[in-house]
Every structure is written in C-alpha cells, then in structure tokens.
C-alpha cells in the first residue's frame, strides 16, 4: 500500500508542477498580449482600449496641460486627451506602466474636483496617491487616447 500511495503523490506533485509552469507561460503570454510597445512612442494597453504617450510631457499648469494634450497631434494620431483621474490610476496599477517613463512622480488629470472648480486631481505614479490641486500649480502630463 505505501508504493501505490508514493506513485499517488509523485503523480499529484507532477501535475502541481506542470500546472504552476502553464499558468506562467500563460501570465507571460497574457503580459505580452495586454502590453505592446508600437515602437513610434507609444504604449497600448489592450485591455483597457487604450494608447499611452511613452514619455512625459513638460511640467505645466492644468489649463495648459488641457490644451497640450487635446492639441497634441503625435505617432500618426490627433485625438489624444489628457486622462481621467481614474485612468490614471488604472495605469499605476497596470503591467503597461512598466513600459512607461517615469521620470517624473505626478501627473495631471482631467478630473476637476466637484467641489472645488478651481482644483483639480493629480496622480502620483510611483505611489498610487492622488490630491486635489490647485490648477495653476505646475505638474507633468501624460496623454492617452482610445484605440478601436
């Protein structure tokens, strides 16, 4: 009887493992299928629908950054836009913003603040936080668009 339970493990212990070694090669597969670098500056994120300026913009106040992004004609597109708040923390938590400079810790959003319409929220890239700014204060931007 200790032999047949020996093989029982042996097998179990096999499957474990080939089960442990598929879903990696499954999660690498899916990192590089969600994440693509287009090689013109540009990330996409596939599973959000979106495309990400690689680089950062200058630091610039609210006003600015609005008309940056909407303006920016860049990598065969000119519908870019500057991000929500929740967009950008979307890419905080995304494996796409390891394929992003970083350079710089905080980034406009569109969002203004409901009850202030003069602030308005930017998010921290390195640590996921977010505050409502004053929008004549001077931050980086980031622009990102849909893609169909």
């Excluded at 913003?97 to 009850?115: K, N």
């Amino acid at each position: 009887m200790g032999k047949v339970v020996q093989q029982k493990w042996f097998v179990i212990v096999a499957m474990a493992v080939m089960l442990c070694l598929a879903g990696l090669v499954i999660s690498g597969t899916a990192f590089a299928q969600q994440c693509v670098d287009n090689g013109d500056g540009t990330v996409t994120d596939n599973s959000a629908g979106l495309m990400w300026q690689k680089a950062s913009g200058d630091r610039m106040n609210w006003y600015a950054a609005m008309s940056y992004a909407s303006g920016l004609s860049f990598a065969g597109h000119s519908d870019w836009r500057l991000p929500s708040r929740d967009r950008l923390q979307e890419l905080f938590y995304s494996p796409c913003q390891r394929m992003i400079e970083l350079a710089f810790p905080a980034y406009w959003s569109s969002t203004t603040l409901a009850d202030n319409t003069n602030s308005a929220w930017r998010v921290h890239l390195k640590n996921g936080s977010v505050a409502g700014v004053n929008k004549s204060g001077t931050y980086h931007v980031r622009a990102v668009r849909s893609v169909q």
